[in-house]
Structure formats: C-alpha cells, structure tokens
C-alpha cells in the first residue's frame, strides 16, 4: 500500500474538515490534530488558511472531475449517463453520511462574502461543473432524447441548483431522502423527452 504524504493526509483531512463545519467554522489546530501535523509542518506546505483551502478545491475538483466523467463515459445514452451520475453520487454520500455534501455548496454558504480568492475559485468550479454538463445535455439533445430549444448550459444550471438544495437539505435532515426526491422529481421533470 502506497505511504500518503503528509500533504496528501492535510488535504484530505481538510476536505473532511470543511465538509462538515465549513470554511470559517473550523480553524488549522483541529485539522492538525487529526492529521497528525504540527503547525510548523503545515505552514511548510501552506502559507495561509486561505491558500490550503484553495489547495483543497482543487484537489476535490480533479477527485470529482474523474467521477464525473467515469460516470458520462457509460455505454449508454446521454440522459441515462446523467441519471447514473447522480445515482452515483447518492450511492457515495451514503457510504460517507458524516461527510455528506458539496464542497462548491458548502464553501459558498460558509465562506465571507469578501474572501474574493475562495469565492473566485468556487464559482469557477461551478462553471466549468456546469459546463460539462452542458456538453451531455447537448449530446441528449443531438439524441433526440431532450428537447433542442432548451438552453443545455441553463438546464445545466437548474440542475446543478436543485441538486446543491437537495444536498442542503440532507445535511439538515440527516437522510438520503432530499435526494431521491431530487433525483425522482426534480431531474426527472427538468429532463422531459421530447
């Protein structure tokens, strides 16, 4: 088994971190402590709070980028892909129900409004989410199997809002059902076949 850097053990000890209190809800001491990293060490690798936090975005946006396209490169058709990617996501916060969420969602919610780096990159990665789906919605449409006057990068967006609000209301009821409702409901209507 492959020995993870200390890097590697304070970026994902991170992602957990900020996945349940948020950006301004927990400070480094804690984060350290459950990675087993001094302070000393920390700054090594990271200069500021803000530039670990931005180093976890990314390392959950390239985790997420993969799963996502693992899922949109099924053998299947493109609305089938995008049923099996949320699906998927579902099936991963049940078997991480303390981690449950959105990185994107929960930086939005907890980080100050003039943090203007973090803010930056979040949005960045909301766009270029949205932007990938937008590709497998055009593929639908190309399919026949949405219709084609529907703008794919604004029924991206719909998507991926509704889909943050389920992952919202999870965290606060602590269950899968926001999801299911998403997944059964919301996404089945915003994707009508023609």
Not at 62 to 79: C, G, H, N, Q, W
């Amino acid at each position: 088994m492959k020995k993870r850097n200390t890097r590697e053990i304070l970026i994902e000890e991170g992602l957990k971190a900020f996945l349940m209190n948020g950006f301004e809800g927990i400070g480094i001491q804690p984060i350290l402590k459950r990675a087993g990293v001094t302070k000393g060490s920390f700054y090594n690798f990271f200069p500021s709070k803000e530039a670990y936090a931005l180093e976890v975005i990314e390392a959950y946006s390239l985790r997420y980028e993969a799963f996502r396209m693992r899922s949109f490169a099924r053998d299947v058709s493109p609305l089938s892909r995008l049923w099996a990617y949320f699906e998927d996501l579902e099936t991963e916060m049940e078997q991480t129900p303390e981690t449950a969420g959105c990185l994107y969602g929960v930086l939005s919610q907890t980080t100050t409004p003039h943090n203007e780096a973090l803010r930056n990159r979040v949005k960045a990665a909301f766009a270029h989410w949205q932007a990938q789906m937008a590709d497998l919605l055009e593929e639908a449409q190309s399919a026949g199997e949405l219709e084609a006057d529907v703008d794919a990068a604004d029924l991206a967006g719909a998507i991926i809002d509704a889909y943050e609000g389920a992952v919202i209301r999870i965290r606060a009821e602590g269950n899968m059902k926001p999801m299911r409702r998403f997944r059964e409901l919301t996404l089945k209507r915003l994707l009508t076949a023609v």
